[in-house]
């Protein structure tokens, strides 16, 4: 299965860090604030498609991509109709 990620590359490192990884957009803004990023959360939600291209300024670069996951037999499972 996949899901989308979201990976944020600092190009000066946060508390030594440069990359970051989270499940959303908004998510982005729970760490980091819209200054620290370089564009707010509604102007980068409404105005840039991350999946045709990542978002970069002087500040930061957002890449959306894909997380692959193993399949496993835990959780949910579908039901089953017999006749």
């Known amino acids: 299965?996949?899901?989308k990620i979201y990976h944020v590359e600092?190009?000066?490192?946060?508390n030594?860090?440069?990359h970051f990884y989270f499940g959303s957009q908004v998510?982005?803004?729970?760490?980091?604030?819209?200054?620290?990023?370089g564009i707010s959360y509604k102007a980068l939600k409404n105005t840039y498609n991350l999946s045709?291209?990542?978002?970069?300024?002087?500040k930061c670069i957002i890449r959306l991509g894909k997380?692959?996951?193993?399949?496993?037999?835990r959780g949910p499972r579908?039901?089953?109709f017999f006749h």
Do not use: C, H, W
Not at 27 to 37: G, K, L, N
Not at 52 to 58: G, L
Not at 67 to 73: A, E, F, G, V, W
């Open 27 to 37: 998510a982005i803004y729970d760490v980091f604030s819209a200054e620290q990023v």
């Open 78 to 80: 579908p039901q089953q």
């Open 1 to 3: 299965t996949m899901s």
């Open 10 to 14: 600092m190009k000066e490192p946060v």
């Open 52 to 58: 045709k291209q990542p978002y970069e300024n002087k």
């Open 16 to 18: 030594g860090e440069r």
């Open 67 to 73: 997380l692959r996951r193993k399949q496993t037999n």
